[in-house]
């Protein structure tokens, strides 16, 4: 990576892999370094159990990524990884330990804004299938093949635990959560199911720099607009790397 690069550490949405950023390294300049941080319970790490807790996971990838996070990088999670990204750089900030140059965050509502209903009847099968259908972004190939079918949904209800946990931790909480000190980039589908008003509440989140970017398409308008999402991220991260060429790429 070069002096002047941003490594950007992105996170998976629930019962994803990492490897859904991969098509990135592909479409993004040379000085943003896609590096896709993956989950247990998946991909490479598939031999290793799920977590089903939100902070002893977000522990664990501090620790993992704790030379990433010493130098020039950027945080970002799509779902339920831009709730993982929000807690490990929340986590840094309460550690003192070193901070990302900036979090973005996609497709979430804010952390205060979360609806507590949003798991409930969501056991079994079935019904995280027809979630999963309801938020699209699911290759219908997943569905009519038995072992990923199965591996799919497994992750998933791990993954949906690690959002009911931190929801319950906030409600047991004795006092609100502290603001960040970093620059926040918040991306939204204008058609997904999460509300203007539980986007807008990020930029409450932090004391610094905050921005909301609107794009067409539902939960998953990153696939949808790509291109889109893909140029406005190189504008906006192209502060961090002094020197680099800014120059937006052309996408395929």
Same mark, same amino acid.
């Given at each position: 990576?070069p002096?002047s690069?941003?490594?950007l550490?992105?996170? $998976?949405? +629930?019962?994803?892999?990492?490897?859904? /950023?991969?098509?990135?390294? &592909?479409q993004?300049?040379? #000085?943003?370094?896609?590096? $896709?941080v993956?989950?247990?319970?998946?991909?490479?790490?598939?031999?290793?159990?799920?977590?089903?807790?939100?902070?002893?996971?977000? +522990?664990?990838?501090?620790?993992?990524?704790?030379?990433?996070?010493? %130098?020039r990088?950027?945080?970002?999670?799509?779902? *339920?990884?831009?709730?993982?990204? /929000?807690?490990?750089?929340?986590?840094?900030?309460?550690?003192? =330990?070193? *901070?990302p140059?900036?979090?973005?965050?996609?497709?979430?509502p804010?952390?205060? @804004?979360?609806?507590?209903?949003?798991?409930e009847?969501?056991?079994?099968d079935e019904?995280?299938?027809? !979630?999963?259908?309801r938020?699209?972004?699911t290759?219908?190939?997943?569905?009519?093949? +038995?072992?990923?079918r199965? *591996?799919?949904? !497994?992750?998933? +209800?791990? !993954? /949906?635990?690690?959002?009911q946990?931190?929801?319950?931790?906030l409600?047991?909480?004795?006092?609100?959560?502290?603001?960040?000190?970093? $620059?926040?980039?918040?991306?939204?589908?204008?058609q997904?199911?999460?509300?203007?008003?539980?986007?807008? @509440? #990020?930029?409450?989140?932090?004391? %610094?720099?905050?921005s909301?970017?609107?794009?067409?398409?539902?939960?998953?308008?990153?696939?949808?607009?790509?291109?889109?999402t893909?140029a406005?991220?190189?504008r906006?991260?192209? &502060?961090? =790397?002094?020197?680099? !060429?800014?120059?937006?790429?052309?996408?395929?």
């Amino acid at each position: 990576m070069p002096a002047s690069g941003v490594e950007l550490l992105c996170l $998976p949405c +629930a019962g994803a892999s990492a490897t859904m /950023y991969l098509r990135w390294r &592909r479409q993004l300049p040379a #000085w943003l370094r896609v590096q $896709p941080v993956e989950l247990p319970g998946r991909g490479s790490r598939l031999d290793e159990p799920s977590a089903t807790d939100f902070d002893t996971l977000v +522990a664990q990838l501090c620790a993992e990524q704790q030379a990433a996070m010493r %130098g020039r990088c950027v945080l970002l999670g799509h779902s *339920m990884g831009a709730l993982l990204a /929000y807690g490990m750089a929340l986590r840094q900030q309460q550690a003192g =330990a070193p *901070m990302p140059l900036a979090l973005v965050v996609s497709a979430s509502p804010a952390p205060g @804004a979360r609806d507590p209903a949003r798991f409930e009847n969501l056991q079994g099968d079935e019904a995280l299938m027809a !979630d999963l259908r309801r938020q699209g972004g699911t290759p219908e190939e997943v569905f009519a093949h +038995a072992e990923l079918r199965r *591996m799919t949904l !497994d992750v998933l +209800a791990a !993954d /949906y635990a690690v959002c009911q946990s931190f929801e319950l931790a906030l409600q047991q909480a004795a006092q609100p959560l502290p603001r960040l000190s970093l $620059p926040l980039q918040v991306l939204a589908g204008r058609q997904d199911d999460i509300s203007a008003d539980a986007v807008e @509440a #990020w930029l409450q989140v932090s004391t %610094g720099p905050a921005s909301v970017d609107w794009f067409d398409g539902g939960h998953f308008f990153i696939r949808q607009q790509e291109a889109q999402t893909l140029a406005c991220l190189t504008r906006s991260l192209a &502060r961090f =790397a002094p020197g680099a !060429d800014h120059a937006t790429p052309a996408f395929a």
